[in-house]
């Protein structure tokens, strides 16, 4: 009796600690796939669990494809759905702003950056100012005391004024300038006067408000009824 209740004893404690150890084994699994799971790819390993990581990954995706066949792994629900919005969204659309449109069977550049003047119209109107007065401080100008040319309205304003143009690049929508309305606006002769320097750099313009970038529309091209002006 006595031999039969140590063995019955001893039996229920192995079966405990192999219960035990198979649980802990159990957990430890359950962990380490799950941080596998959840941070695969995304950097938040410490040191020497991404390898571990990664060979977690490639035995589960053995074990998927030698029991559904090739094709099957753990990505294939993100495959899937990945494949399936490419198929439902339609073409992918060119959203760089566009450099040149064509008007009138010419590709005209568009504006961008802030024009500059054109050769030789500097020295004209300074020459014209030697001797004149100063329009912002009243004294007499002088070529060879650093005089600039200066916008009487300022560009910032003046870029407003200039004509825009609906236009059409790969399916999106622009409002447009061009470059060469932009150059002419810029250096219109009614516009121009001369000033000491400065006189001119003390006017405080709008700052960092020069360019004229291209303005993206948000309505939706018809396609290939579309009729505005194509541009590039």
Not at 21 to 27: A, D, H, P, Q
Not at 165 to 177: M, S, T
Not at 192 to 199: D, K, N, V, Y
Request: one cysteine or more; charged letters at 35%.
């Amino acid at each position: 009796m006595c031999g039969s209740g140590k063995k019955h004893t001893s039996d229920s404690s192995s079966e405990s600690e192999r219960k035990r150890s198979r649980s802990r084994s159990l957990s430890k699994e359950k962990e380490k796939n799950s941080r596998a799971l959840r941070g695969l790819g995304s950097g938040g390993f410490k040191p020497g669990e991404e390898k571990e990581s990664s060979r977690f990954k490639r035995r589960e995706q053995t074990s998927l494809e030698n029991k559904y066949g090739k094709g099957h792994g753990l990505n294939t629900r993100t495959q899937t759905k990945r494949q399936e919005a490419i198929r439902t969204r339609g073409p992918i659309l060119d959203t760089t702003p566009p450099k040149t449109v064509r008007i009138g069977g010419v590709d005209e550049p568009v504006a961008k950056l802030r024009p500059g003047f054109e050769p030789g119209i500097e020295n004209e109107i300074l020459n014209d100012a030697d001797g004149k007065l100063c329009p912002k401080c009243g004294n007499v100008m002088d070529r060879t005391k650093g005089l600039q040319v200066d916008h009487k309205t300022p560009w910032a304003d003046l870029k407003i004024q200039i004509a825009t143009y609906k236009v059409c690049k790969g399916g999106v929508h622009w409002d447009v300038a061009l470059k060469k309305d932009a150059l002419a606006e810029y250096n219109r002769r009614s516009n121009l006067q001369a000033m000491h320097g400065p006189c001119n750099a003390s006017k405080n313009g709008p700052r960092g408000n020069d360019e004229l970038v291209p303005k993206r529309l948000t309505e939706k091209c018809p396609g290939e009824g579309c009729t505005l002006p194509k541009a590039k």
